[in-house]
């Protein structure tokens, strides 16, 4: 079973629990065969949510028996610099920074950094360097989003001993 029809089937059933399936990615054919299940809410995720979802999938997959021979089962959050690769996650994301590589090239350049302005159906529009730039959706092959630093800036001057 091809991992697009994978993610057909568990789609739903992850929907059920009140989760989306944001990404699915599959290795079969050798000794080390895993599925990995990357899970969302509007609340964020939770070692719990995994959890859930894990024993659930697990399950469902012992009954649907899609996947032939041993393998492991991941479960995780989209993490800090999560993928984007739904327009809803782009319009939820607007105002944030993005990390974008794209198929063709924009202005000689394929990979970019920008912030996200907003998005409609078919394009993103993305600030970079002071200029809004429209993307369609089919020209981006990656984006992510940039994890926020929450370390404090350091000053620089005397200190104190």
């Known amino acids: 079973m091809t991992g697009d029809e994978l993610y057909k089937l568990l789609e739903p059933m992850v929907g059920r629990l009140g989760y989306e399936l944001l990404d699915l990615e599959s290795h079969t054919g050798g000794r080390n065969n895993f599925l990995r299940l990357t899970i969302d809410n509007p609340n964020g995720i939770c070692l719990d949510d995994c959890e859930k979802v894990s024993r659930a999938a697990s399950a469902f997959l012992d009954v649907e028996d899609p996947i032939t021979g041993e393998y492991n089962l991941e479960v995780s959050s989209p993490g ?82």
């Open 80 to 161: 800090l610099d999560r993928k984007l690769n739904k327009v809803k996650h782009f319009q939820r994301f607007e105002g944030e920074t993005l990390k974008i590589s794209l198929n063709m090239p924009l202005n000689g350049r394929k990979r970019l950094k920008g912030i996200l302005e907003s998005s409609d159906s078919e394009n993103i529009f993305i600030e970079i360097d002071g200029e809004i730039h429209s993307l369609p959706y089919s020209n981006i092959d990656t984006a992510r989003l940039v994890p926020i630093d929450f370390k404090p800036k350091r000053k620089l001057g005397v200190t104190s001993k």
